[in-house]
């Protein structure tokens, strides 16, 4: 009988584990909080009255929703489905640019999908009729960050051109869905730059010089982006509107600059560290015992697979799957992990919004 391989059983692994955390009481959710003007919205006017809606404000994001609206309807029930897909899409993305990046770690990079997966400061998927946005932003991001990889890693021109034009769509796509995951674009410089600077093991100019090359396609975009963002579109949303954030930078401008840069340390800390203990207690706090228990033997069912898949994997196999790496690769990891959460924060408290446990104020932990 064919043994089937590492790959297939870490990407098995990583959906069933997606599959056991997010979708076992799927089919008792419904519509909650900004869902409902939405759809009530839907209803009223049809896909042309969710598409004026967004129009002050985000308007790619008002044709994603009326598209989502003829294709699920107003039935609670396909809307959770859908975004369990994308964030599986997602988790699956984020498996592979691991692997990518560290072709070699299998077990670390299946490790860190695993926690990416059942990463518990994002709360809000529920709420998926308004929030599968989020999902879908983050999951065209990670793709895009996959292809920037794959373009640099082929050697076919055609192909490279084909992947540049894809990986910079889904940059324009999840850029017009939320715009304050600009700083995204610099989580990609920063991957680039990783890539270069691990082949050559140089800091020196010519290394600079082709991320920049590598990196080009994206900075014209994301700058363009900008420039029609803050200068060309007029939001009169206030929480967007560009005139009313420069006026509060205009008027305190170092009491805005520290506020910033206090807010943005404090969302790192919350986002890496406390995203793992706030969720659970608050979880604790207000659970009756039968969620308890079923979250306790989900956690344990979800432990025995990981054990099962890791041994089966990684002691079973007649050769070892983690080739030699450098003895400072997990401080790669943790820096490179550091820079993008830092870079990915910073846009979002310039906009004046930031990391609470509350509401639906973790979704920024994405």
Not at 188 to 213: C, E, T
Request: proline share 5%; charged share 10%.
């Amino acid at each position: 009988m064919k043994k089937v391989s590492e790959t297939w059983l870490s990407l098995g692994l990583v959906t069933l584990v997606t599959l056991l955390t997010y979708g076992v009481l799927i089919w008792q959710l419904g519509f909650y909080r900004d869902d409902w003007y939405l759809f009530s919205t839907a209803q009223s006017q049809g896909p042309a009255g969710i598409v004026a809606l967004f129009q002050i404000d985000r308007p790619l994001l008002g044709y994603f929703y009326a598209f989502g609206y003829q294709m699920l309807g107003v039935s609670p029930l396909p809307w959770p489905i859908a975004a369990l897909v994308v964030r599986l899409a997602g988790h699956l993305a984020f498996f592979w640019l691991l692997r990518l990046l560290w072709p070699n770690e299998r077990m670390a990079t299946l490790t860190v999908a695993l926690l990416f997966s059942v990463y518990p400061g994002y709360t809000v998927q529920p709420n998926a009729g308004v929030y599968i946005s989020d999902l879908v932003a983050n999951a065209a991001a990670l793709f895009s960050f996959v292809l920037t990889i794959k373009v640099w890693q082929s050697s076919r021109l055609w192909i490279q051109a084909l992947l540049s034009i894809l990986a910079g769509l889904l940059m324009l796509f999840y850029l017009g869905i939320f715009e304050s995951a600009i700083g995204l674009e610099v989580a990609r410089f920063g991957l680039v730059w990783y890539v270069i600077w691990r082949k050559s093991q140089s800091v020196s100019k010519p290394v600079l010089f082709q991320v920049l090359k590598a990196d080009l396609l994206y900075l014209v975009l994301g700058a363009t982006f900008l420039v029609w963002r803050l200068f060309f579109f007029q939001s009169t949303r206030r929480s967007t509107n560009l005139d009313v954030l420069l006026g509060k930078y205009g008027a305190l401008p170092l009491r805005s600059m520290l506020s910033v840069t206090v807010e943005t340390l404090k969302d790192i800390i919350e986002t890496t560290i406390f995203a793992w203990v706030v969720p659970f207690y608050q979880f604790v706090a207000t659970s009756n015992y039968r969620d308890f228990a079923m979250a306790v033997g989900l956690s344990v069912l979800v432990t025995i697979c990981v054990f099962v898949v890791f041994w089966r994997a990684y002691h079973g196999m007649t050769s070892p799957p983690d080739g030699p790496h450098p003895p400072d690769q997990p401080l790669h990891l943790i820096w490179l992990g550091l820079f993008i959460v830092a870079f990915a924060l910073l846009p979002i408290d310039m906009a004046g919004r930031n990391v609470l446990f509350t509401d639906q104020w973790d979704r920024y932990t994405l």
